[in-house]
């Protein structure tokens, strides 16, 4: 019972790379998303997805792009990375609308010097 | 908006102590409503839910109780231990429904 896997765990880069965040699930579930968590703010909505070839824009969605060609995954990219995406990053998945809860990933952590 | 406002933390207390959270959300509708737990170095897990007026959420010894009437969904525990220091977020269905609005989390610590 894998559920939501999130890869790497830990990431490093330099400001201006680019990288790829991995999630996949196995559940078969429609309603994928992405947070990112910081200190004193909570978790805030980067993107989301209702189902494969269908996403669309959270609270916070500069400097990210995502794209879902599979029900199973769900990648997040940094195009260019920045100091203030330092934060850590994840993964959720339901089978139904928020009124049913998100499983998660136990997420990345990401630094950017 | 859809939003959950919950207490500032940190909050410590001794084991065995009784434990509220308190948590309120904006009245748009009857949203289900969520606590989720995230322990040290780990991603968030479903604590407990209510989907409707009255619903009473428990797990692992934590209730919750979905009340409409003063729109709150307030977190209580009557004896915490020292394996439930964690940040404790409330949860309500967002914009469209399709994902969630988090309270900013509540640190608990509990101490021997």
């Known amino acids: 019972n894998a559920g939501v896997t999130q890869t790497p765990k830990f990431q490093v880069l330099k400001t201006g790379q680019s990288m790829t965040l991995q999630c996949a699930q196995d559940m078969n579930h429609e309603y994928m998303s992405w947070y990112r968590q910081d200190p004193g703010m909570g978790l805030r909505l980067i993107h989301y997805s209702v189902g494969a070839g269908i996403t669309d824009q959270g609270e916070v969605p500069n400097g990210y792009n995502v794209s879902r060609s599979t029900t199973e995954d769900f990648p997040l990219r940094l195009l260019s990375a920045a100091p203030s995406q330092t934060s850590v990053y994840f993964c959720?998945?339901?089978?139904?609308?928020?009124?049913?809860?998100?499983?998660f990933g136990s997420g990345t952590r990401l630094t950017v010097v | 908006g859809n939003s959950v406002t919950q207490m500032e933390g940190p909050v410590t207390l001794s084991e065995e102590a009784f434990l509220t959270i308190n948590c309120t959300y904006t009245a748009t509708g009857y949203p289900s409503l969520f606590w989720y737990v995230q322990y040290p170095g780990e991603g968030l897990q479903l604590l407990l839910k209510?989907?409707?007026?009255?619903d009473k959420g428990s797990n692992k010894g934590f209730e919750a109780t979905y009340r409409k009437e003063t729109t709150s969904f307030h977190l209580e525990k009557g004896s915490v231990q020292v394996s439930d220091s964690a940040v404790y977020f409330c949860a309500r269905p967002g914009a469209g429904s399709y994902q969630l609005t988090f309270g900013k989390g509540t640190k608990l610590s509990v101490i021997p």
């Open positions: 209510a989907t409707k007026a009255d």
């Open positions: 959720a998945s339901s089978y139904g609308t928020g009124r049913y809860g998100y499983t």
